[in-house]
């Protein structure tokens, strides 16, 4: 079977660091964009940031730039999202998504056209 589990995610205070994992099961992460989304209570899902599979582009939302970064070691078929100076308004449930086209997948991530793949990990960001 096909999967994507996220994990790494928890309670964090305002200005602390969490990284999340994305890792692959039946499949090889490799050949694939790899996108993260998230989505708060009540709030619409958002997309976060994605990573192509090959020049390894990359792509953020505005109000992550600068505190996120995303990376992939398709050796361990995993892809990371590291968040930095986090803030209480990062809380949410973050899933990742895989699509073999980078562009569409950066245009669609936020939508429903891109649906999460797991049960995503949940953080949450509160002094």
């Known amino acids: 079977q096909v999967h994507l589990v996220e994990s790494g995610g928890g309670l964090v205070q305002p200005g602390g660091s969490l990284r999340l994992s994305c890792q692959a099961s039946?499949?090889?992460?490799?050949?694939?964009?790899i996108g993260w989304l998230r989505q708060a209570p009540g709030k619409e899902r958002e997309a976060v940031s994605c990573?192509?599979?090959?020049?390894?582009?990359?792509y953020y939302v505005d109000s992550v730039k600068g505190r996120f970064t995303i990376s992939r070691d398709n050796a361990a078929n995993t892809v990371y999202l590291q968040m930095n100076n986090l803030k209480p308004e990062d809380t949410a449930v973050y899933y990742c998504?895989?699509?073999?086209?980078?562009?569409?997948?950066?245009?669609?991530?936020?939508?429903?056209?891109?649906?999460?793949w797991g049960r995503g990990t949940p953080v949450t960001v509160s002094s």
């Open positions: 998504v895989a699509d073999s086209r980078y562009d569409y997948l950066v245009a669609t991530l936020g939508t429903g056209a891109m649906q999460p």
């Open positions: 039946g499949f090889s992460l490799a050949p694939y964009a």
């Open positions: 990573i192509d599979s090959g020049d390894g582009e990359v």
